[in-house]
Structure formats: structure tokens, C-alpha cells
């Protein structure tokens, strides 16, 4: 809760004086806890007045095999190399509108092409970027290296571009854990078969 980035099971380890194994184990138990699994007691008067239907969103819900079912408000990812607590899903609009207090803080339509176009082709270069967005990208990269969204990767060994790719920070705001989990783009593109039609409309 107080670190500005997800926490690997490493450092966590370090920190408790625990083995990683230990550590691993004690997340998973936290994030099935979290997410309202913890065995019922035979004696609780739970089973009574608690629903069957896991799939209902009570207080309290009961499974086949005797668990109660009680999802806390948050919740532990494993995402971007580290663990970290979130506000569950249910409750995004609620504690955003909290938070907010409507601020605004979305990225134009011309900084989320340029970040997907980064995103898919890293690392890549600003020329790269302009040249497949028809545009010049430079102050949209600088908002994006500003909001900690894209990094200098190095530069490219022929031309000595600067070469830039996505941070731990992306893979955070994405929920994701790599960027090998981004949607494929290929369900996007045209099929063959619809190719010509395709490049007709494009001259026209």
C-alpha cells in the first residue's frame, strides 16, 4: 500500500525475512482471501442464511465445497513483474469518481495511436513512429516520456535514433504482465480476400 510500484515476491522476501517460496505461497493465500474464498467453519450459522449461487453477489455466498464466499472492496494483482493492491473491478466508477473528483488525466486520441504504435513495434524509433502515423510525433513522445508511459531503449545501431519502448509503468495502467499479453492485432487487419477493395478505397 505504501510503495509507488508493483513489489516483486524478491523484495518482499527481503523485507519479511522470508523465503521467496514462503512469500509466493503467502500471496496466493492473500489473493484468494481477497477475492472472498476462506473455508466456513462447520459450526457457522453462515451456511443458513448465506445463498449457493456462487455466481451471486451477496454478502456472503456458499460453494460446493463449504467455502464462503465474501470479495472484499480490493484486491492482489500479479502484474508487471510485482504484486499490488487495487480497488476491485466492481468498484472502479465509485472510487474514481472519489479520487478524481473530475480531474482529468486521459491522453488525446494522437498520444494513444502513437503509444499503441510504440507499444506493438518497440523498441522504435520517432522517425518509425511519424513515418507509420503520417504525422510528426515529437511532442506527443515527450508527453508520453513525461507521463512514464514509453523509456529510451538505446539507439539504433545504423541510423543513432533514439530507439523507445513501454515501462513497467504501461504494463501497470494496462493490468497486464508483458507486453507479449497485448490483443492480437491480426482478428483487426483486413483478410485477403477483401485486400484489393482495400487498397481502391485507399487512392481514391
Same mark, same amino acid.
Given at each position: ?32 482471501? &481477497?477475492?472472498? &474464498? ?7 450459522? !453462515? ?11 451477496? /454478502?456472503?455466498? =456458499?460453494? @460446493?465445497?463449504?467455502?464462503? /464466499? ?8 500479479? =502484474? ?6 487495487? /480497488?476491485?473491478?466492481?468498484? @472502479? ?5 472519489? !479520487? ?16 499503441? !504504435?510504440?507499444? &506493438? ?17 515529437? *511532442? ?27 515501462? *513497467? ?25 477483401? =485486400? ?9
Amino acid at each position: 500500500m505504501v510503495i509507488d510500484q508493483p513489489a516483486t515476491a524478491v523484495e518482499l522476501a527481503a523485507g519479511l525475512n522470508l523465503t521467496v517460496d514462503a512469500v509466493e505461497q503467502l500471496l496466493a493465500e492473500l489473493q484468494r482471501e &481477497y477475492n472472498g &474464498y476462506t473455508v466456513n467453519a462447520p459450526d457457522s450459522d !453462515v451456511a443458513d442464511t448465506a445463498c449457493t449461487n456462487t455466481a451471486c453477489k451477496n /454478502s456472503a455466498c =456458499i460453494d @460446493a465445497a463449504g467455502n464462503t /464466499s465474501r470479495p472484499r472492496g480490493f484486491e492482489l494483482r500479479n =502484474i508487471a513483474g510485482g504484486w499490488r493492491i487495487y /480497488s476491485r473491478t466492481d468498484f @472502479a466508477d465509485v472510487v474514481g469518481g472519489f !479520487v478524481l473528483e473530475g480531474q482529468t488525466a486521459r491522453l488525446t486520441q494522437a498520444a494513444l495511436e502513437t503509444l499503441a !504504435v510504440i507499444a &506493438y513495434r518497440q523498441p522504435v524509433s520517432r522517425a518509425r513512429v511519424s513515418a507509420i502515423r503520417g504525422v510528426n510525433v515529437d *511532442s506527443v513522445v515527450r508527453t508520453l516520456m513525461q507521463r512514464g508511459l514509453i523509456e529510451d531503449s538505446g539507439t539504433d545501431p545504423e541510423s543513432g535514433a533514439i530507439l523507445y519502448r513501454t515501462t *513497467s509503468y504501461f504494463l501497470e495502467r494496462m493490468g497486464i504482465g508483458s507486453v507479449a499479453e497485448l490483443p492480437q492485432l491480426s482478428p483487426h487487419l483486413p483478410g485477403l480476400e477483401g =485486400i484489393e477493395e482495400f487498397y481502391d478505397a485507399g487512392r481514391m
